[in-house]
């Protein structure tokens, strides 16, 4: 990584998404309401949010999730901070020199406030922004990224922004994928599902306000200024590491998971994978692109609840991939991401 004067030193912000504090319901609960208060997650006038996300979503929901939580809680927390916390360690290593790794979450902690005060403290040239999500997301990206500089903004004599776009095409990035895909033997398996985490249609509907979502061929191709929708970045992912892995289009299926209502993106992952075992398939080999870290949503949807509804669709084995997480060639993708961010 080329650095800005043979004085300088950047503070690199590794940014996810977030996690509770503890596998308990009150830590899970207001996770949960931090999150989904958000107004880029849930865009709702702000009292139907607040009634539908305090009086429904969280009572409901958060119970269930704390148990979730419970099933994969690990020695340093969830499986994302745990993963986050070993990325930036082995990044750490990698870059070397003065400059610093730090992390943030988006909702809970280690909080963006923290990093911000600790890297204004280090006396640092720049702070290079990395939002951890391949596919740009106005619930993801979008609002890590406005929060980040909107607590700049309070904070005086701090450095220079730089924030790193989007991956989802990035060659060291499908690299990593195709580099995890192949520690199995991809011939034991009939089928390949790549799942990304859904959106609400209304997301989707603001980039393409005078287009239906519907009748979108970004399945097919990516269409012009597709850079700016996380459906046809998606697809574009997927197309990517089909071709990376020489799977031909009847081998692999792409769909979206974690759903809260029917008027999300689609296929959903389920009834995907319940409609390969009505088709008499196996074996399946499962990827969730739009996840640099395993979480909740991989080692317990994918990873449990949806090999369980794929075995009993009469399926033998729906094998989750595991997600990027620390590995060699992620921390190697990620270095040159950052590195590249710095020439444009």
Known sequence: MSRLSENSRKAILLLNVGT????????????????????LVVDLPWLLRKILVNL?????????????????WETNG?????????LQTKLQAKIGGGDQV???????????RLALNQIKKGAFDQLILVPLFPQYAQS???TAIQEVKRLVATLNDFPPLKIVGQFYNHPEFIQAWVSRAKEYDLNLFDHFVFSFHGLPLSHIQKIHPHHDN??????????????????ATCYATARQLAFALNL?????????????????????????ILRLAKEGKKKVLIFAPSFVADCLETKVELGVEYADLFRK?????????????????????????ISESEKN
């Open 20 to 39: 509770p504090d503890k596998a308990e319901l009150g830590s899970v609960r207001k996770y949960l309401s931090e999150f989904l208060n958000d107004p």
């Open 56 to 72: 429904i979503i969280v009572p409901f929901r958060a119970p269930k999730s704390t148990k979730l939580y419970q099933q994969v």
């Open 78 to 86: 969830s499986p994302l901070l745990s993963n986050t916390l070993k």
């Open 102 to 112: 730090f992390i943030a979450m988006r909702y809970g902690n280690p909080s963006i």
């Open 140 to 142: 993801t990206s979008q």
């Open 214 to 231: 519907a009748n979108c061929m970004c399945n097919i191709e990516m269409p012009p200024n597709g850079q700016d929708c996380y459906k």
């Open 248 to 272: 031909k289009t009847h081998n692999y299926s792409i769909a979206f998971q974690s759903r809260l209502s029917k008027n999300w993106l689609s296929p959903f992952t389920d009834k995907v």
């Open 313 to 337: 669709a009469g399926g033998e084995k729906l094998q989750l991939l595991e997600s990027l997480n620390d590995t060699d060639a992620w921390v190697k993708a990620l270095y040159a991401i």
